[in-house]
């Protein structure tokens, strides 16, 4: 067993990060009395020399910390040490410095909290650093495989139909139609789970093709039924009718959220003749409180991915099933790309409640 | 297929229920064209004359419903219509007015939405009734078998972890044992639940004998680590250290929630000579706001009920299983009474991060 | 004393307002035993034949409407009757067409909520319909003379507070400059209070000319100081450095919320090269569910309005200060734009705190 | 002016504690170049040795420490050092023992928050110590004359109010009369500003004498006009109809909070036969996060006590009146018990929304 671990939280944040680095260090510390070493934004703390990280100890956790969005570690999506954007432009492999850090540290394993991408750069990483690797998923776009829910995903979930909640009234005030865009780079997760708990109306999604006139149809249909205002969740990944990107770029040719969300607002319009407004929640869904339901998974994972390192169970992602927490291959959580079925439950329960997915008129 | 269904909640209200009246009048009038007749005040509105219901449509549910507390039908957990507790103290069989009721509707299926207690009642009911039956799990207590959840229980959760994270800072500002007694009749999920998410230091549940010397010990324990607060989580249920029911009586007899929440902050005070405060959060749990996992859930369960109806597929429940949802025999689900396994992955959780469950020091 | 008075909620909505239309149907009818005619959609209701109004009566206001956001008459910030614009784009008076309006309901009285564009149409109406008038002054901005609030503006900045809650941990998590854009048409009211409560190191506000420098050299200093994140909050109406007014259009030529959101996002990035978001929070601002403050307020004001129509006193707003119900004339209040004072005690307490306002570099 | 000052909060903890000390140390290091130290519990920091404190800077109050509940100094409100409980049973002046604790501090002001029995201690307490003292009022009750609002009443009220929206659905579900006992040692503030706000039938609070008769009157009447349920707040000080004081006390005779509302439920039963369930608020009411008015009054306070320090201006309470911040000889303010004026605005507008007060039927 292992004197000491390193523990990172890599990629987007979400909530639910900070119960996972106390749960983590609370077993580690209190089960079997190891050092846990919490590495600072995200790879990029061992790139740095002095190495940037932080001992964590029980003290760290005290107070409030669980209930805290972000991650007091920081985090970042830039700076894959494999291919390192240097600043001639070229990238650089930077692995084996990575590996140089985790041996000046001392590290005998690594816990790394990630989504996907973050997963498979951590365990090639690992693997070229020879430190044994356990995985945790966070993603609030809950697109990870075999895994029911990653971190951070009920809480955007929470956001997102809060907005909801605070539309509608004002959607049934002024006889708008209000679009609420939403996160969800790959997957409509959180646009159809929140667009059905907030009550929505239409509920756009990258995995089910829409067409413009569905739209129309359904909201020209409401009105018919006396009802004065209609409600629209559009995932930011979903493109226009024709298939092109929508993205605003900034001068820096940084891609900002939103885009989506205009166009429908402009084209519902444009179709209906009704008066439009749209909101883009953006980073409100990422670094709220973690809800119970993150709270929980993020605790189950920690203690698990720490037993994991004791068990000598490693190249392991740990995963929640069927009310249990579980272990599998990172490779097979990480090859699973998790978007929506059009047959999921939760797309025959949108159906069933009348909510249009775009790809039929509904009337 | 019918041209006519019965609604009713039965049992303790919870957050999510209008979710499912929503649900079910939506998916029966748009999916088949159906009437749908919501049944007032559970099983009551069939035995008073007139008959105490109303009809339900697509405008009842417009605006807010979803997000509303309670039950718009009324609901009771009391007046069994197979032993109903007449004025003179004597029990009487009504179950044929119920019946008769049913029959002058012109109900030609029933979806009824209650936990095990009521489930029980309401399947003798219909069956002697002649209607068929479709259930809907619904208990904050989460005390169902087969189901992963039912509705109300993570809205539970929810608000009593609010509570702890209200009461962690006054605890710590005052360096005391703050103890919150949480609902939980027989089965100890919201206190497990919310224990672990709101970061309790000792949870105690009916399915786990504990000594006051533990908890006393973990105490002690926590102030020699110069932490100068505990907060402790306690099930409605749990009785005293030897055995006994702790409940305090009003003077009609009625039994009042607490007792117990009391009874270990006098007890942890003897032991340990800490300052203890406690709460009894009660009825907070039940009437809130739902939260999107269970409007999610009641959206799914009250279309699925539907789509039972119109398969003809009844004596059924709805479930929840591993991201989808089931249905299953009644008999076999209320059978199953689903207490927290003491191997349970939660229960795992707590004790991987050193909370006491009371049934060892911990030290 | 009147027998039936007309009430009607007028421009955009906000948090409180059927607490309002509540308050006034209590009083009217339990205080009085009149009739309240609630009008439909401002003052377009009594434009229309038949004319759109409900009768509101104490049923109406049973379970949650006071706790809901939005206004249940619906309300409209277009279409001023005295000069419509019309579908050939002419603008024609339709007031006597209201004074018809108001003939035909019989109305005696009218109690009207609004901002200062909104109360200042009315009064003239009012007047031409020679029906007697009270006012109820609402505005999320805050932004009306003489009362300390009007109603919808404590949730306003609830909202954007907690918005800002948000975006902290996140902001921390990435080493990012984090730009809110909130509500506020002239006056910044809602950034400044929002700003001070959710901790923003930086608040622009159209009352204080800013420099970018400036902004640029405090978070310059913040990083010295080596905090690696920072919030920065905008009022919508403020321009660019130089002047200009910054509104996206979109294909109606309506004018989009954002802009100078956008532009501070960029122009720090450019300055500074630190990573920048930036997030509007536009909509989430009005509809959400009415904060205690709020309900007060408006619960305060309702019941006050029905007791002036009662006492004769007419042409009047009322208004809160020092902890009490006055009433002014209207005229005195519209008169009367409240934006932020440069010597206000929050812009003190800004500044005290080393907030950046813009105009100075605060190093 | 002087180089070191000191601060503390004492008595009962409340939302905002945080903010002030955030907004006292920012203003004291950015403004002055002060060093701010916390003295740790209270008064009782002062009397142990080593002198218990923190040195607070302005790493201390990054990230989220503004909108935390509770105050990371601690606080209690025992062991007045002027008459100081010994483990004997007698009393001790151990002033001079704090005055040296001052002393060896090297203290040159001292900043006290507090409500007005700390207020009182606190005052003479620093006169013997013969250091120059500025006074910030917080109590949840609002009980403290000239200013309008003291830190943690706001936050206390939102909690309130919570409640009341959470038991209002599970009241009318259920047919019953829920009754919510909150805080409030002397003063209605918070039972009267909630219950407003909450939607309330019934207030109760000790200013006003009541009948239990006019509760059963307003009860019957409510039921009588097809209101199936009612809700009712009462201040924890209420007593019985005939003044007799309700409290429970525990083992060891320390007084719990709770009585009086299981009084009043059980005396409705009995008047009525309603079914009826108390719920006791207690310390969540403390904990909270403050909101978003608590955090700018703690903020505006924090840094005006400052600048008095700085203008050297003694024995001075902030307050906070019309919008904005005046300063007040503490003896002014402690002498003056602001309980709930049975002529106040919100009393009006109680009786003005048929709420009944208890001092007469209202049918």
């Keep these: 067993m292992p004197k000491r671990i390193g523990i990172l939280t890599s990629g987007g944040d979400c909530a639910g990060l900070n119960a996972v680095l106390r749960a983590v260090t609370l077993r580690a510390i209190q089960g079997y009395g190891w050092e846990v070493y919490g590495i600072s934004h995200g790879t990029q703390g061992l790139l740095r020399r002095p190495i940037d990280y932080q001992k964590l100890d029980l003290k760290s956790f005290e107070g409030s910390i669980l209930r805290l969005g972000g991650t007091i570690l920081g985090t970042t999506n830039k700076g894959n040490p ?16 990575f590996a140089e850090g985790c041996q000046m540290l001392g590290l005998e394993a690594m816990i790394g909290v990630g989504g996907d991408g973050s997963l498979h750069i951590l365990r090639k990483l690992m693997e070229k650093s020879k430190i044994p690797f356990v995985a945790i998923p966070k993603t609030i776009d809950n697109d990870l495989g075999i895994t029911e829910r990653s971190i951070g995903f009920t809480t955007a979930v929470d956001v997102a139909t809060e907005a909801l909640d605070r539309l509608q009234p004002t959607a049934a005030s002024h006889d708008r139609v209000m679009i609420l865009e939403v996160m969800g780079r790959d997957a409509g997760h959180i646009a159809l789970a929140a667009g059905i708990a907030g009550g929505a109306d239409i509920i756009i999604i990258p995995e089910i093709p829409y067409k413009l006139q569905n739209i129309a149809h359904k909201i020209d249909d409401l009105l018919k039924k006396q009802r004065n205002f209609a409600l629209v969740v559009v995932a930011e990944a979903v493109k226009t009718e024709n298939g092109s990107a929508l993205q605003i770029f900034d001068l820096n040719g940084r891609a900002r959220y939103g885009g989506i969300g205009h166009y429908l607002s402009d084209e519902i319009t444009r179709l209906t003749g009704a008066e439009t407004r749209f909101t883009v929640l953006g980073h409100l869904q990422r670094g709220g409180q973690p809800d119970a339901s993150d709270r929980l998974l993020a605790s189950a994972f920690g203690v698990r991915a720490v037993d994991l390192v004791a068990e000598g169970k490693f190249d392991r992602m740990v995963a929640w099933q069927n009310r249990t927490i579980i272990d599998v291959p990172i490779l097979d959580a990480i090859s699973l790309n998790s978007t ?23 009337a």
């Design 340 to 362: 929506v079925d059009p047959n999921d439950a939760l797309v025959q329960t949108a159906r069933g409640l009348g909510i249009c997915l775009g790809d039929a008129p509904y």
């Design 82 to 97: 494999i291919a390192y954007p240097m600043e001639d432009g070229t990238l650089k492999d930077r692995s084996a410095e």
